[in-house]
């Protein structure tokens, strides 16, 4: 049975920085694209960041240069640090996985597999 678990959200204040990360079970890192996504009261659901398979990242433009999403193999484990944080970048996120080779899918509906959403919430 595959198991999402994310943890590290919070509030903070513009400018500031919080690291989110995701425990995965069932599944293997090594094997699977994992991405970030988040969604905001009133909108859809986004894909800021994701990793193949293979290490290579991607990200929204909205966080490039800001968010950094990277992956633990051996312990099969997701981490986004996310600096320069912004009101704007106020959402639940959501890690998921995608049994996928190659580039990562972006949209949602690709993803099979969903952690339970952690809150980050970017006061001005």
Same mark, same amino acid.
């Given at each position: 049975?595959? %198991?999402?678990?994310?943890?590290? #959200? =919070?509030?903070?204040?513009? #400018? #500031?920085?919080?690291?989110?990360?995701?425990?995965?079970? #069932?599944?293997?890192?090594? @094997?699977?694209?994992?991405?970030?996504?988040? %969604? $905001?009261?009133?909108?859809?659901?986004?894909?800021?960041?994701?990793?193949?398979? $293979? =290490?290579?990242?991607? &990200?929204?433009?909205?966080?490039?240069?800001?968010? @950094?999403?990277?992956?633990?193999? $051996?312990?099969?484990?997701?981490?986004?640090? /996310?600096?320069?944080?912004?009101?704007?970048? +106020?959402? /639940? &996120? &959501?890690?998921?996985?995608?049994?996928?080779? =190659?580039?990562?899918?972006?949209?949602? =509906?690709?993803?099979?597999?969903?952690? %339970?959403?952690?809150?980050?919430?970017? +006061?001005?």
């Amino acid at each position: 049975q595959v %198991q999402l678990v994310e943890s590290g #959200g =919070g509030s903070v204040q513009a #400018g #500031g920085s919080l690291r989110l990360s995701c425990a995965a079970s #069932g599944l293997t890192t090594t @094997t699977y694209c994992v991405g970030w996504f988040r %969604q $905001a009261p009133g909108k859809q659901r986004e894909a800021v960041a994701s990793i193949s398979s $293979a =290490g290579n990242t991607n &990200y929204a433009d909205s966080v490039k240069g800001r968010f @950094t999403a990277s992956k633990n193999n $051996a312990k099969n484990t997701l981490s986004l640090q /996310m600096n320069s944080l912004r009101p704007e970048d +106020s959402a /639940m &996120y &959501y890690c998921a996985a995608a049994w996928v080779w =190659g580039v990562c899918p972006v949209k949602p =509906g690709d993803f099979r597999y969903w952690g %339970q959403g952690t809150q980050v919430t970017v +006061s001005s």
